[in-house]
């Protein structure tokens, strides 16, 4: 028996309705599926990402502190524009403490360059806080406002390391006693050398004390960088090999998937010597430098996770009798290559290598960080006037690296080119 035709009608039309609507709803998922899938990929934990990830994309990192509106942010090199402006410091007292206190130094251990902590040698302390009593200047830009509390506790996540020769130490106890407030000795031990019997600074912030091998702010001694003999990148136990005069060159890869932020630094110990060649020449240092400097660039680059940031300090010049300059210059005195100035006027060329193979690289995770236009102009600043007039006081201008090494790092997590 057939339906009429007004019911098969009915049916057919509500069977197509159906059919459409199911077709529909069938290929709105499979795009959706698409979608996702193309635009974020299998959905994985971070470190699982991160350990996959193979290209050198720099991936974004946390936010460190809000950023300054409307303002006008200097780069590493737009702030070295600018002058030494006479600034007075006020002290409640003569004395260490209120030194300290002024600058916001939380650090009671010694060290060499702690120029205000010399009560025994007279003019020192004087010396010390007329260091204090000028302020860099930038002439057209702002750094973003260094917070000490927010630094410690970010680095806490993300630890910075320093590693060079002892100027990066400087700069690593200026770090260490600008947010010393929050950072403690380790507990145990971190293993930080990896297994390697060599000294090392490290400390931890306070929230991360209770975990094993944690380090938050850390700095390994390495003059050169590589071990001079062939150019390799030390591993534990590594003999060091050939060194120009006194120093030390300990290996340091081993330590680098631990930090998120590293500051790199040679030149201070390069000097002209047979080992780059016969004529013991410029050109010939330059060269084997470059060659150095590639292989410490190609290993970062072909080493770092897209989370990793590398910093390549410029490196400043000494002043030849430091102890006639008693002020911060108008205009650098550029080294002329005499007796006592240890081929300071090498260290510009040193800096072209690094621009150059960073440049080369086109690894947004490699930044050149220049502090020298500011530094050239503190010979009054020296650590011992006439004996070592290379090293900075601390407090001093290192502390201003440091205030812009912390805002370089809050404009990058910003994507802030």
């Known amino acids: 028996m057939s339906l009429p035709d007004s019911t098969q009608s009915s049916l057919s039309q509500q069977f197509w309705s159906r059919t459409v609507y199911i077709v529909a709803i069938v290929t709105f998922i499979l795009l959706w599926m698409f979608t996702w899938s193309w635009q974020d990929g299998p959905i994985l934990p971070t470190h699982e990402r991160e ?25 590493s090199d737009t702030y070295n524009n600018g002058q030494w402006v006479k600034h007075p410091i006020k002290l409640e007292k003569n004395n ?26 007279k003019g020192e302390f004087a010396r010390a806080r007329h260091i204090l009593d000028y302020q860099w200047k930038p002439k057209k830009c702002e750094l973003v406002p260094f917070d000490a509390n927010a630094f410690s506790a970010y680095i806490a996540d993300h630890p910075l390391l320093f590693v060079g020769d002892s100027i990066n130490q400087l700069e690593y106890e200026s770090m260490a006693c600008l947010l010393g407030e929050k950072l403690y000795n380790p507990t145990g031990d971190t293993n930080i050398t990896g297994g390697h019997d060599m000294w090392a600074s490290q400390l931890v912030h306070e929230s991360k004390l209770q975990v094993q091998g944690a380090v938050s702010l850390a700095y390994l001694r390495s003059d050169y960088l590589v071990r001079l003999d062939d150019f390799k990148l030390l591993d534990p136990n590594d003999d060091e090999g050939f060194v120009i005069g006194r120093g030390s060159n300990y290996p340091w890869k081993h330590a680098l998937s631990r930090f998120h932020h590293i500051v790199l630094n040679t030149g201070p110990h390069w000097h002209t010597n047979k080992k780059w060649g016969p004529n013991e020449s410029d050109e010939e240092m330059v060269v084997a430098y470059k060659k150095a400097m590639k292989i410490v660039v190609d290993y970062l680059t072909d080493n770092m996770t897209p989370l990793q940031r590398i910093w390549i300090r410029s490196t400043p010049y000494g002043h ?35 621009k150059d193979l960073i440049e080369e690289t086109g690894d947004d995770r490699i930044r ?20 070592d007039c290379l090293h900075t006081c601390l407090p001093g201008p290192v502390d201003d690296w440091n205030k812009l090494l912390f805002s370089e790092i809050a404009r990058e997590i910003a994507r802030i080119p």
């Open 51 to 75: 350990n996959q990830s193979s290209d050198r994309y720099a991936a974004k990192l946390d936010p460190l502190v809000n950023l300054p509106k409307n303002k006008q942010l200097c780069t």
């Open 368 to 387: 050149f960080f220049n502090v020298s236009s500011m530094a050239n102009l503190r010979g009054d600043a020296h650590s011992r006037p006439d004996s």
């Open 96 to 121: 260490a403490a209120s030194i300290e206190k002024a600058v916001k130094y939380h650090c009671a251990w010694n060290f060499p360059h702690k120029c205000y902590r010399r009560p025994d040698e």
């Open 320 to 354: 030849l009798e430091c102890s006639k300059y008693t002020e911060p210059s108008k205009v650098p005195h550029v080294p002329q290559r005499k007796p006592g100035e240890f081929q300071w006027d090498m260290h510009v060329k040193f800096d072209e290598v690094w």
